[in-house]
């Protein structure tokens, strides 16, 4: 919401899908963790864009792009010269962040380490989440372009953190999930159909610019690149 008008990248891709199809939608709003707990009740025909990881049940997938992680840290916490994700993992005095929801940023490997050493500290939405970042509650946070153009893009303070990406892991995959329960074998084919046809356009490509790329005319770490290129969504 902005100006008090409705936006952003999955409202976009909902209503480009309402369009095509010729239907109207009753939004569901909550948490994160509310969204899930309604989508496993099956009280949600579809849901995301969200990470293949969460591997929802009794649901069908639909791939619309994969992106690299990318990693938000406070500058006290760097180490000069080393912009490598294993380090920050690895190091005992960083502190991560992540949502409630939102642990499939992590690997199981990952994931176990920040656990087993209490480096992980979980919270229910982003804006908390970015709160506790930039008040130096947490040191760091692992999310992906849409995020982090958003906030590069809106608050000053979240581009004084440093920025790295991760290089050697596999890229995440987004997209929808649709309800096997929900949808009836002729629903569940025009919505993959228009998911599909939709990426194949390059309408998925055309809004993924419009949401990952920086206003501030300088790359995330203080160099001269241009946005677009900092934040790439990747093939």
């Known amino acids: 919401?902005?100006?008090?008008?409705?936006?952003?990248?999955?409202?976009?891709?909902?209503?480009?899908?309402?369009?095509?199809?010729?239907?109207?939608?009753?939004?569901?709003?909550?948490?994160?963790?509310?969204?899930?707990?309604?989508?496993s009740r099956y009280q949600i025909d579809v849901i995301g864009p969200l990470s293949s990881k969460l591997n929802l049940s009794n649901s069908v997938f639909v791939d619309l792009w994969s992106a690299r992680r990318k990693m938000a840290i406070r500058k006290n916490k760097v180490t000069s010269g080393i912009n490598d994700f294993k380090h920050y993992l690895k190091d005992p005095k960083v502190i991560f962040g992540a949502l409630i929801a939102g642990n499939f940023y992590f690997t199981d490997k990952e994931r176990s380490l920040l656990e087993a050493q209490n480096r992980l500290r979980s919270f229910a939405n982003t804006e908390d989440l970015i709160r506790a970042l930039l008040e130096g509650r947490i040191d760091a946070i692992i999310a992906g372009d849409i995020?982090?153009?958003?906030?590069?893009?809106?608050?000053?303070e979240f581009r004084q953190l440093h920025f790295a990406e991760d290089n050697e892991g596999q890229?995440?995959?987004?997209?929808?999930?649709?309800?096997?329960?929900?949808?009836?074998?002729?629903?569940?084919?025009?919505?993959?159909?228009?998911?599909?046809?939709?990426?194949?356009?390059?309408?998925?490509d055309?809004?993924?610019?419009?949401?990952?790329t920086l206003q501030i005319g300088r790359d995330p770490n203080g160099g001269t690149g241009k946005g677009s290129e900092v934040l790439t969504t990747g093939k």
């Open 1 to 39: 919401m902005k100006s008090g008008k409705k936006m952003g990248l999955g409202y976009e891709l909902y209503q480009e899908i309402l369009s095509r199809l010729g239907c109207h939608q009753t939004e569901f709003v909550g948490s994160v963790p509310g969204v899930l707990a309604a989508f």
């Open 147 to 156: 995020i982090f153009a958003h906030y590069l893009n809106e608050q000053r």
């Open 171 to 204: 890229k995440m995959t987004w997209g929808f999930f649709l309800s096997k329960r929900r949808l009836n074998a002729l629903e569940m084919k025009s919505m993959v159909n228009v998911l599909t046809q939709m990426k194949k356009e390059g309408v998925v």
């Open 206 to 212: 055309r809004l993924l610019r419009k949401y990952t």
